[in-house]
């Protein structure tokens, strides 16, 4: 274990420069990490040798480098998060009887990437691969409210960004923001006819190790089965399941 503080060492020079837009001096690796000089230079160098980062000599600046690129490509080609997803989401269905899904923001979109079905319930347009509008999803509503407010500005600047399936669901930023607002109080998000009339949907956020929102769970329920009782009982399993995929992604609550 007597490399283990090296290595640990190593791994922050690495966290420290992708936090940043552009390559850093050496100086300012040192003083962040509060590592010497002597240290410091001789991290950079082995993980220049080995391809983790690119020394910029004109600059004297040090950025990632191909093989950190070819590590980040690795763990999207694993695809962590369904594959940490799915026992978590079989057991949503299987415990409370209803359609479970696992869906990410794409742009304005929720592309669904784990759906568990429960056999004799209604039949969804989700599946896996297909894109819905994020203002029209418990899905995307949740991840929505968790995402900074110049962030959802961006993405529904006006009322040409927001489309509609059936007469419900938000038509313009003034009308999404309240929607999550709520969300936000209630820890969940609701979605009431917005994609398919008769099915309703509740769901919670999924985060990362750094707190981002990367995805959100749901349940689906017909609108004649959920009562304000049932609805809060489904929130509470959503919620601790997107939590439990959070911890799974490595999020810590402090």
Known sequence: MA???????????LTFLARHATPQPAAAVARELGLPRSSTYHLLAALVERGF????????????????????????????????????????ADTTGHNAHLGVLHG???????????????????DVGVRLPASLTATGLAVLAALPAAQVRALFPGRDAFVRRTDAGPTSP????????????????????????????????????AGHPVAAVALTVPT?????????????AVRRAAQEISRRMGHRSR
Do not use: I, K, M
Not at 3 to 13: I, Q, S
Not at 71 to 87: D, E, I, K, N, V
Not at 180 to 205: F, I, K, M, N, W
């Open 224 to 236: 004649e089965e959920l009562t304000e009782d049932l609805r809060e009982s489904l929130a509470g």
């Open 3 to 13: 490399n283990a503080p090296a290595a640990g060492h190593a791994l922050d020079v």
């Open 53 to 92: 980062v690119v020394h910029l000599p004109e600059e004297r600046r040090y950025g990632l480098g191909v093989a950190a690129f070819e590590l980040g490509s690795a763990y999207t080609r694993h695809a962590p998060l369904q594959r940490l997803a799915r026992p978590v989401l079989t057991r949503l």
């Open 174 to 209: 003034s009308t999404l923001r309240p929607l999550l607002s709520q969300t936000r109080t209630r820890g969940y998000a609701v979605e009431q006819g917005y994609v398919t009339r008769g099915l309703d949907s509740v769901a919670a956020p999924v985060t990362d190790h």
């Open 108 to 126: 304005r979109d929720v592309v669904y990437v784990v759906e568990e079905r429960v056999a004799g319930r209604p039949s969804l347009v989700s």
